[in-house]
């Protein structure tokens, strides 16, 4: 089973940029979709971003598009989310997890322990 390591949150203000890092080990993402989600507090998770295995195809939420990147290096175990013009609704912790190529909470597992990004205005 892959464990999964998310790094890269901190405290940045609106407008500014953060690059999150989602790294596996225990076994390779090569063949895996990969999926980053964010929870706010009192609010439920959603979808962020996904991105299948070969890294062609991706898939953003409607409130980061233009905005994040999701990307990938299978060399490195590793799958980023850019996130630029961050606004303080993004504040959130991300969390990384592998499984379908879908934007379904349900269709993906090996959680990992999130990180916190935090935005102020």
Known sequence: QVQLVESGGGLVQAGGSLTLSCVGSGRTLRWDAV??????????????ASINWTGGSTYYADSVKGRFTISRDNAKNTVYLQMNS????????????????????????????????????
């Open 35 to 48: 999926g980053w989600f964010r929870q706010a507090p009192g609010k439920e998770r959603e979808f962020v």
């Open 86 to 121: 961050l606004k303080p609704e993004d504040t959130a912790v991300y969390y990384c997890a592998v499984g379908k190529y879908s934007a379904e909470v349900a269709d993906f597992g090996s959680w990992g322990q999130g990180t916190q990004v935090t935005i102020s205005s």
